[in-house]
């Protein structure tokens, strides 16, 4: 490489560097103004309200029951029926 090679690569990069530099400034926002506002969650407790009884009563259905299906008795239940 020549002289003028190497000085016109150092331009470049030094270019290249300041561009860079104030492109990021721009997008990249600083620690004092990363400041957000959060939502401050109360202690967990034992103590637990009583469920509505419009949902949960005697009749209502219970869904962890184990629900039986009668057995096939058909042979071929997946062929079509020559009707």
């Not at 400034?25 to 967990?44: C, L, M, W, Y």
């Not at 009563?57 to 042979?75: A, G, Q, R, V, Y």
Request: hydrophobic share 35%.
């Amino acid at each position: 490489m020549k002289k003028n090679d190497f000085s016109t690569l150092a331009v470049v990069i030094i270019v290249s560097a300041l561009f860079s530099l104030f492109v990021s400034r721009a997008f990249i926002s600083s620690p004092k103004d990363r400041k957000t506002q959060v939502e401050v969650v109360g202690p967990i407790t034992t103590d637990f309200p009583t469920p509505n009884e419009r949902f949960f009563n005697e009749k209502s259905l219970n869904p962890t029951l184990l629900i039986e299906i009668t057995p096939n008795n058909n042979p071929s239940p997946f062929q079509q029926s020559t009707q």
